[in-house]
């Protein structure tokens, strides 16, 4: 090659930037990243600086927050269908990596266990697990709509009688409750391969037909999934003092002599304000002014057309005040419905503070099975199958029957307990799980 080639080369040389020197960081130093305004995580052994991304990020910066400091490794596969295009966005926030002579994982968790989930759900994605049937999700919202339609029909037919509206009341609270399982399918974007399909119609299931937020629920929900029964992390425990929960907090709350209510008595007093106000009460309030504090307009016109659609269907036959009795009714029904069956899973099961387990580990001690059957898939909108479902929550429901028995493969190979009960002990476990909590608070109120 002759010298002006020789010469080119050097100037384009020169012309490039040398790389920047490739960080690396320890546990200890990434540990120490976890305030408000200074945030760091590790996804695949790669540093991020999520300070400023976290109140961008669509599932809403909490999420995020609360695995700050940690590997996120296996969240971040978990609620991400489309890993490779959501790295593009992480390019941006990287700052390093772990040090070549650090673990993967933090905090001793046991690596081989780890390894042997993301292998789990790596033949799960082989089997086409993640791969949703069209014809499931729209036979589920065809019986829905097909319930609204019914529901009109009653009353047409019927008439405004006493019985003629409890039934109108039972079909439209079935149909309440079934567009929140479908809607939850849609938020877990388990349904669509492309997100933007799926959002599109979670607005409409929870919007139009439910008159609900979904970035309401979003960022709330996906709270609970990312650090289950995690006090101060998961938004589902946290009761505002109305209950103590778990094993620790009635034994701190009794140790402060705090009492904003008589503890001992929370078994008692759950069925007269958890399952019939939760709903008709406190989400509305809560989800209305969600809607109108963060400016989520989209949202509040997608329930504004349920709102509408409702009152210009029942108008004519109960007008105003009556319609308004007929939609605080059925909620209080959908609210016992939902309690229910969202609780069965989760407060007869650990509930503590942070402990920084593993991914498999900590959606296991935050959760268990209902028995499979088919009144049980379509009552509980397959949340029967929870530990399947938190563990792969964008997962169709459908094929949870299917990773079942590989999942507890893995828990007994590692001694994580698989809880399954029957759905009546379910329902009891919730009242005991309280009333032995109750029972914590006021053992240490009095003595210690």
């Not at 905090?107 to 499931?136: C, G, I």
């Not at 004519?316 to 909620?331: A, D, E, H, K, M």
């Not at 608070?441 to 210690?448: C, E, V």
């Amino acid at each position: 090659m002759g010298k002006g080639g020789e010469k080119g080369e050097e100037a384009a040389e020169r012309e490039v930037p040398p790389a920047p020197p490739r960080r690396f960081y320890t546990w200890e130093e990434i540990q120490k990243h976890t305030a408000r305004t200074d945030k760091w995580l590790v996804i695949e052994r790669k540093v991020y600086n999520i300070t400023q991304w976290a109140s961008r990020h669509p599932g809403g910066q909490r999420v995020l927050s609360h695995c700050a400091g940690e590997d996120a490794t296996d969240a971040f596969q978990a609620f991400h269908i489309n890993p490779t295009l959501v790295r593009k966005f992480l390019k941006p926030l990287l700052i390093g990596e772990l040090a070549p002579g650090e673990p993967s994982e933090d905090r001793d968790k046991n690596s081989r266990l780890v390894e042997d989930f993301r292998t789990l759900r790596k033949t799960a994605e082989d089997m086409n697990l993640f791969r949703a049937s069209p014809w499931f999700f729209s036979l589920y919202l065809g019986h829905i709509l097909a319930m609204e339609a019914l529901a009109w029909l009653t009353v047409s037919y019927l008439g405004t009688g006493w019985i003629a509206t409890l039934i109108l009341a039972c079909i439209l609270t079935t149909s309440q409750a079934q567009a929140g399982w479908l809607q939850h399918d849609f938020g877990h974007l388990s349904v669509f391969k492309k997100s933007v399909w799926n959002h599109i119609l979670h607005k409409f299931v929870i919007g139009h037909l439910k008159g609900a937020s979904a970035n309401w629920w979003n960022h709330r929900h996906f709270q609970h999934h990312a650090k289950p029964n995690i006090f101060k992390k998961d938004p589902d425990v946290n009761m505002l003092h109305v209950f103590v929960l778990g094993d620790s907090q009635p034994v701190e709350y009794g140790k402060k002599k705090l009492k904003y209510l008589p503890y001992n008595h929370q078994h008692e007093y759950f069925f007269l304000i958890f399952p019939p106000l939760l709903i008709p009460v406190y989400f509305q309030i809560q989800i209305i002014s969600t809607m109108i504090r963060h400016r989520f307009w989209a949202d509040l016109a997608w329930a504004a057309s349920y709102y509408m659609r409702y009152f210009i269907t029942y108008i004519p036959f109960y007008g105003v005040l009556g319609s308004l009795c007929l939609l605080t009714f059925v909620r209080f029904l959908e609210s016992h419905w939902f309690v229910w069956v969202t609780q069965m899973n989760h407060i007869p099961m650990e509930i503590d503070s942070e402990k920084h387990r593993d991914w498999l580990s900590s959606q296991l001690a935050a959760t268990c099975n209902i028995e499979q059957s088919f009144f049980n898939d379509w009552f509980t909108g397959h949340l029967n199958f929870q530990i399947e479902h938190h563990l792969f929550p964008t997962m169709p429901r459908h094929n949870f029957w299917k990773i079942k028995p590989l999942v507890k493969s893995l828990c007994a190979k590692y001694g994580v307990q698989y809880e399954e009960k029957p759905l009546g002990k379910a329902f009891v476990d919730i009242v005991g799980s309280l009333k032995k909590s109750g029972d914590l608070w006021l053992d240490a109120y009095l003595h210690k």
